[in-house]
């Protein structure tokens, strides 16, 4: 049976005898791969059949399943831990991850503070302070260190919520990377934790929230079924809203709101600047359906916006509420309605639709900021509450703005970055109509002024065009050489916006380039981009990625056997198609945490709320779609594949270990090239989220090893110039 021997289990018989047996690409790989049995497991959907061979490895606690895990990290290691470069390299991915540069982000502004998640390498986890209205860092100060809590670096804070008052704040925990979150309530003055603890309020399926009540004496939390309260099935579904009383037992908390939401039902909540209002945001899963929920001041809900009504994002004003919605406009228009009606029916349009794309408003005193998407990058204008233009925040070419926490008046923060500049925050002056730096955060000690940008445009498969942006060093030639990494995600209507990397630094001194495609699925141009790619449209997303692909070839930036692609989760489904549908059009691929099995996808707890995304198998043409595209059912024996690397985490609650172990076990016994297909699982980490820096760290160094070595890159490129 094929792929149930190893190499030196078979010594001494011909090769004709090896490839009967199977074994073919661990003999041509020289890997000597883990047996993996096949135990086929047969399901019919709508007349067709689906054979699933590695159903068994899908069982964490099986000691079998342990076993096979172990070894395959065994021999990932073996293979990276022997590329001469890894030294090197890991050597390096620790000088810049660790560099001492700081940055904070997740800024609340309450109680005439600004609180805000610290990043201070070589700390592994972000700590949470607090600073005054000046953000002057000199009188900072930390309410909550994590790497105190543990010293092993493994907890994490998911969220928090100060208090309207700004002396107490709320903090979810979790550890390892799980995301399953418990909150504990802290004095901010003193850091001391009070006793209050509420468990199971966050994890990967739905996420969670909190928000304060108006005099702050208590608040409001999302959490899952506890024991009895529904099956063992529902486990994570079906959250709901609940308040706690400081100083009370937990046992009399009380329902808010939630028992007729949809199982999977995903929910924020967000308080009104003195507390009376409290909104809802209900997504119905992760398609792209949103509710909105309001309580007033007497404590009565009422729903301002369905799943249906096109509402995307909304925000509480002083006396208005404020929304960005497709509903008639696909590309966004921003309405607003009053908080004493708040009822789509009252709502007027305050700034029509526009060719770009309106992604987020945030109302101050007498201004709305307004954030535009122009297929990748962003820009933020100026309208008065009466929707008459002030203007268009600066920013340079190819940047990513994004207006942040308001800080009382019209005054917002502002934070900017590139592929080239680092994230910089700054405060804008509404008086003034100028943005203030901020000393909130320092510059790494590296930089990108030896490199350049380029927005160019690939033709997909049915003739739209795919933005793409190419980050390379100025004296890159396009004579075909240079080693290419090809980034691509396409789902839930998230923009794959520009971004500062410390790993592209380090890419660019191997000399390398680093594209990142705009495919369809995400909403770089809107709502309509995401429909174009989502559901039984998702082929689009890997037509697009493989049509940029092909236009790194033909304009000689690389060529397939020095290009490599990198993607995780969502974007790892897109690895997946990508290598099994065009397995001869890259050199090397690295797929984190992907999704793999799609026929299988919805039976996993957060596959589940994926469905309003990918689709459902009990649909007959949606289950056509997943069956055609699903990485794991087209791979095929005999094809010479690329060079793979899978990465899961054992905690991963998002996106199942499994689907990782079942992928690599398949294109094991599949690929007849003698380039490795390898399995790395980390044992204290899970989706990404939360992942400790000294883990991170290693997982860095291991991938570039991997594309290092793969794309045959001997040494760094020196350079003439930029700090390196």
């Given at each position: ?13 011909t ?5 009967s ?19 086929p497991?047969?399901?019919?959907f709508?007349?067709v ?14 000691a079998e ?9 065994a021999?990932?290691?073996?293979y990276?831990?022997?590329?001469p470069?890894?030294?090197e ?17 997740t ?27 000046d ?9 909550l ?15 928090f ?24 309530v ?46 063992e099935a529902?486990?994570?579904f079906?959250?709901?809203?609940w308040f ?14 939630g028992r007729?939401?949809?199982?999977i ?13 409290l ?17 007033n001041?007497a ?10 009504n096109g ?5 509480i ?9 497709v ?14 009606r708040p ?7 305050v ?18 900021y307004v ?6 990058p962003?820009?933020v204008r100026?309208?008065s ?12 070419k ?13 005054d ?20 003034n109509l ?28 049915d ?12 004296d ?16 839930y ?6 971004h500062?990397?410390?790993m ?10 680093f594209?990142?495609a705009n ?7 809107g709502?309509?981009?995401?429909e ?7 082929q ?6 493989a ?10 930036y ?10 995780g989760s ?20 690295v ?31 949606q289950?056509?779609?997943?069956f055609?595209?699903s ?11 690329p060079?793979?690397l899978?990465?899961t985490?054992?905690?991963d ?17 599949a ?32 991938v570039y ?20």
């Amino acid at each position: 049976m094929k792929n149930t021997c190893s190499v030196r289990a078979v010594a001494g018989l011909t090769i004709g005898s090896l490839l009967s047996l199977g074994c073919a690409a661990a003999i041509a790989a020289g890997f000597d791969y883990p047996p993996t049995p096949k135990r086929p497991v047969t399901e019919t959907f709508h007349g067709v059949i689906v054979v699933d061979d590695y159903r068994w490895l899908e069982d964490d606690k099986s000691a079998e399943v342990k076993s096979w895990v172990e070894k395959q990290n065994a021999l990932t290691r073996k293979y990276l831990d022997s590329v001469p470069q890894r030294p090197e390299i890991a050597r390096r991915v620790e000088q810049l991850l660790s560099d001492n540069s700081v940055t904070r982000h997740t800024f609340q502004y309450r109680g005439g503070r600004v609180f805000a998640l610290k990043n201070a390498p070589p700390k592994n986890q972000a700590t949470l302070v607090v600073l005054p209205r000046d953000l002057d860092v000199a009188q900072e100060r930390v309410v909550l260190d994590p790497n105190v809590v543990d010293s092993t670096g493994r907890t994490t804070i998911d969220f928090f919520k100060a208090s309207y008052d700004g002396k107490r704040v709320i903090v979810s925990l979790s550890q390892s990377g799980s995301e399953e979150g418990t909150v504990y309530v802290y004095e901010v003055a003193s850091g001391k934790r009070l006793p209050d603890v509420v468990p199971e309020v966050a994890y990967p399926t739905a996420g969670g929230s909190v928000e304060w009540a108006a005099d702050s004496g208590g608040f409001y939390y999302t959490r899952y079924p506890r024991a009895n309260e529904r099956a063992e099935a529902d486990r994570y579904f079906y959250q709901m809203v609940w308040f706690h009383k400081l100083g009370t037992p937990l046992a009399d908390d009380h329902y808010v709101i939630g028992r007729d939401f949809p199982r999977i039902a995903e929910i924020e909540l967000k308080g009104s600047r003195d507390g009376r209002f409290l909104l809802a945001e209900v997504k119905n899963g992760d398609g792209g359906e949103i509710a909105f929920h309001l309580r007033n001041a007497a404590g009565h809900w009422t729903q301002v916006a369905g799943f249906t009504n096109g509402v995307k994002q909304m925000m509480i004003g002083r006396d208005r509420l404020w929304a960005m919605s497709v509903a008639d406009a696909p590309l966004g228009r921003i309405v607003s309605m009053p908080l004493t009606r708040p009822k789509l029916a009252h709502a007027t349009v305050v700034v029509p639709e526009t060719k770009l794309v309106a992604e987020h408003v945030t109302p101050t005193a007498s201004h709305l900021y307004v954030q535009y998407r122009d297929g990748g990058p962003s820009v933020v204008r100026v309208f008065s509450l009466a929707g008459k233009s002030l203007g268009e925040l600066p920013a340079e070419k190819n940047s990513e703005i994004r207006v942040g926490e308001a800080l009382g008046g019209d005054d917002v923060m502002v934070r900017v970055t590139s592929y080239v500049m680092p994230p910089t925050q700054y405060v804008y002056q509404a008086r003034n109509l100028r943005l203030t730096p901020t000393h909130l955060d320092s510059l790494p000690r590296y930089d990108f002024s030896d490199a350049t940008v380029e927005r160019v445009f690939a033709t997909s498969k049915d003739g739209t065009k795919v933005p793409m942006s190419i980050l390379h060093r100025k004296d890159m030639l396009l004579d075909a050489t240079s080693p290419v990494i090809l980034y691509g995600y396409g789902g839930y209507g998230i923009s794959m916006t520009p971004h500062f990397s410390a790993m592209n630094r380090l890419w660019l001194d191997y000399g390398g380039a680093f594209a990142v495609a705009n495919v369809r699925g995400g909403g770089e141009y809107g709502e309509p981009w995401h429909e174009a790619g989502k559901l039984t449209k998702k082929q689009n997303v890997f037509d697009d990625f493989a049509a940029c692909m092909q236009f790194l070839v033909e304009r000689k930036y690389t060529r397939p056997d020095r290009l490599a692609i990198l993607g995780g989760s969502n974007g790892g489904l897109l690895m997946g198609a990508a290598l099994t549908q065009h397995p001869a059009a890259m050199r090397a691929v690295v797929s984190e945490v992907g999704i793999y099995d799609s026929t299988r996808w919805e039976t996993q707890p957060n596959g589940e709320f994926n469905v309003t995304e990918f689709g459902s198998v009990s649909d007959p043409l949606q289950f056509k779609a997943l069956f055609d595209y699903s990485p794991l059912l087209r791979v095929r024996d005999g094809v010479t594949y690329p060079a793979v690397l899978l990465t899961t985490g054992d905690t991963d609650g998002r996106v199942a270990p499994y689907e990782s172990r079942k992928m690599a076990a398949r294109l094991q016994a599949a690929s007849s090239s003698k380039y490795p297909v390898l399995l790395r699982t980390e044992a204290d980490a899970g989706h990404g989220i939360g992942t400790a820096l000294s883990t991170r760290i290693q997982q860095e160094a291991d991938v570039y090893t991997f594309l290092v070595d793969q794309l045959g890159i001997s040494a760094p490129v020196p350079s003439t110039n930029g700090k390196h």
